[in-house]
């Protein structure tokens, strides 16, 4: 019953730092998302992918880089950390890409760059 | 381009007492609507969706919400409030001509007093 499971939960990194947020969904879903979520603001979409190697851009990708190796893994990479990159992160994951599916969500990771 | 609002950034509302979420939307053609709920610490829970026929749509907890195309709205509704609905509720639209991509409001944070 777990759906989709983000790690880590909170995370503080420094200016110039890199870490990967991980995302893993056991529902066979094909269309994984990450979006982030700032204060006040609506979530924005990062990346997306279609399914195993296929990913593609969303609105906000500047400074940060996907992967899509498996099914079930979609993890985002953050190179150099920056405070503009302090947020909410949430991964979601859906059937089909249509908009007219659902999307299920992850926990979230609260990052903070300092 | 695509657009979604929320025009109440937060709403009190006494439990017991009836509760209408807005959300107006900008979109060319009829679009996919649905209505998200994030608890504290958790990930976003799809409350409802609308793509098609019946405007009154039913979701889980008791949840319901209107899509008036002349108005361009999707207001979420619950008849008595209880305490378990503090939340922030967000409000989304997918479109499907640009790459299938959700837009999401910028929520509203609901507080429930005894």
């Known amino acids: 019953n777990a759906g989709v499971t983000q790690t880590p939960k909170f995370r503080i990194l420094k200016i110039g730092q890199s870490m990967t947020l991980q995302c893993t969904q056991d529902?066979?879903?094909?269309?994984m998302y990450w979006y982030r979520q700032d204060p006040g603001m609506g979530l924005k979409l990062i990346y997306y992918?279609?399914?195993?190697?296929?990913?593609d851009k969303g609105e906000v990708p500047n400074g940060y880089n996907v992967s899509r190796s498996t099914t079930e893994d979609f993890p985002l990479r953050l190179e150099l950390a920056a405070p503009s990159q302090t947020s909410v992160y949430f991964c979601?994951?859906?059937?089909?890409?249509?908009?007219?599916?659902?999307?299920?969500f992850g926990q979230g990771t609260r990052l903070t760059v300092v | 381009a695509q657009s979604v609002t929320q025009p109440d950034i937060h709403i009190t509302v006494s439990e017991g007492a009836s509760l209408e979420l807005r959300c107006n939307y900008s979109?060319?053609?009829?679009?996919?609507l649905f209505w998200y709920v994030q608890s504290p610490g958790q990930g976003l829970q799809l409350l409802l969706k609308?793509?098609?026929?019946?405007?009154l749509v039913q979701g889980i907890k008791g949840f319901e919400a209107e899509f008036k195309r002349s108005q361009s709205s999707f207001n979420l509704r619950k008849p008595s409030v209880h305490w378990s609905d503090a939340a922030e509720y967000f409000c989304?639209?997918?479109?499907?001509?640009?790459?299938?991509?959700?837009?999401f409001g910028t929520g509203t944070s609901l507080t429930v007093i005894p």
């Open positions: 979109y060319g053609a009829t679009p996919y």
């Open positions: 529902m066979n879903h094909n269309y």
């Open positions: 609308y793509f098609s026929g019946d405007t």
């Open positions: 989304a639209v997918g479109e499907s001509n640009t790459g299938n991509q959700f837009y």
């Open positions: 992918s279609v399914g195993a190697g296929i990913t």
């Open positions: 979601a994951s859906s059937r089909t890409g249509g908009v007219n599916t659902e999307a299920f």
